[in-house]
């Protein structure tokens, strides 16, 4: 069985809402679950109440300017870097505010002693910022 991730959510919450996203009325989930529609009204907004806390809190982190490490590994190809830091900030939601070749120069400038020729020597990790920085 697969284990539940921890959320800002009930399981009664979640069930609540995947019943609603069926369409179900608050009058059909409070039937199916043997409760008071009240009670499924107050399920209902306290797991908007707790998703807005969560949202709230990613927006807090990310104005920390917490950077996200993107580890180009040993042996990768130079002209690989760039990719591979763009793919991670579109994963993130993350707008680089750089062309390719700004991204390679400031990983090859910062990174010098760790690339050999066309190639990582040595892992390199980049510190990718919520703005779009290295």
Do not use: W, Y
């Not at 991730?5 to 019943?19: A, C, G």
């Amino acid at each position: 069985m697969l284990k539940k991730p921890k959320t800002f959510l009930t399981d009664r919450q979640i069930e609540v809402l995947r019943m609603r996203k069926q369409g179900l009325t608050q009058e059909e989930i409070a039937k199916h679950l043997k409760t008071s529609r009240p009670n499924v009204t107050l399920l209902e907004r306290r797991a908007f109440e707790n998703m807005g806390r969560a949202e709230a809190t990613l927006e807090v982190v990310n104005q920390l300017e917490i950077p996200s490490t993107v580890t180009i590994m040993q042996g990768t190809i130079v002209t690989d870097i760039p990719r591979l830091i763009l793919d991670r900030a579109d994963e993130l939601g993350i707008k680089m505010g750089g062309s390719c070749m700004d991204i390679f120069e400031t990983v090859r400038l910062k990174s010098r002693r760790k690339i050999k020729g066309h190639h990582v020597a040595t892992p390199i990790a980049v510190e990718l910022m919520p703005d779009g920085t290295l």
